[in-house]
């Protein structure tokens, strides 16, 4: 659990700090989507406001009381190609996975659990080519070993610079 957290610390902390000539880059926070509730970092892999980019993000939840608390740890990373016109409204397409780390406290007793899924990415965003106000609404099929959920969705604000 430790590693999986300090290797997506090490990545987001490598795309922050890289100087590419990206243009467009996002941080945001999304409800639902593959990070469930997750704060996310976005950019474009080329000088172009649309094209090809990716994202990575960390989220999760917990709940319960001292004695019986189930915390789960999400780390959506992905690929997306957003298509536009103007510069500011973009269809985008998608996927990637999300690696999920869940633990399970009931009176002392601790047990801990890996796994993933994948995630598809179909939506809409509103990305100002200055900077500014961002917005995402996509829906976004899950699936996994034995899973399928493909009317699952999410939506997400922050800020484009």
Same mark, same amino acid.
């Given at each position: 659990? *430790?590693?999986? +957290? ?5 990545? +987001?902390?490598? +795309?922050?700090?890289?100087?590419? /000539?990206?243009? %467009?880059? %996002? !941080? ?8 469930? %509730?997750?704060? @996310? ?5 080329? *000088? ?5 980019? #990716? ?17 789960? &740890?999400?780390?959506? !990373?992905?690929?997306?190609?957003? +298509?536009?016109? $103007?510069?500011? /409204? ?5 996927? #990637? ?6 633990? $399970?406290?009931? @009176? =002392?007793?601790? $047990? ?5 899924? =994948? /995630?598809? @990415?179909?939506?809409?965003? !509103? ?10 609404? %996509? &829906? @976004? ?11 699952? #969705? ?8």
């Amino acid at each position: 659990m *430790k590693r999986t +957290l300090i290797t997506a610390a090490i990545i +987001l902390c490598t +795309l922050m700090s890289t100087k590419t /000539h990206a243009q %467009a880059k %996002a !941080v945001f926070f999304e409800i639902g989507g593959p990070g469930v %509730a997750s704060l @996310n970092y976005d950019m474009r892999f080329t *000088k172009s406001e649309s094209g090809i980019g #990716g994202r990575i993000g960390f989220g999760g939840f917990s709940v319960g009381t001292s004695g019986e608390r189930t915390t789960a &740890i999400f780390i959506p !990373v992905g690929i997306n190609y957003l +298509l536009g016109k $103007d510069e500011k /409204h973009y269809f985008e397409l998608g996927g #990637g996975v999300t690696p999920v780390i869940v633990s $399970d406290t009931y @009176n =002392g007793t601790s $047990d801990n659990l890996t796994s993933t899924f =994948g /995630h598809l @990415n179909i939506g809409y965003r !509103v990305q100002p080519k200055e900077g500014g106000f961002f917005f995402r609404a %996509a &829906i @976004n099929p899950i699936f996994g070993k034995g899973f399928f959920w493909p009317y699952y #969705g999410g939506i997400s604000f922050g800020y484009k610079f």
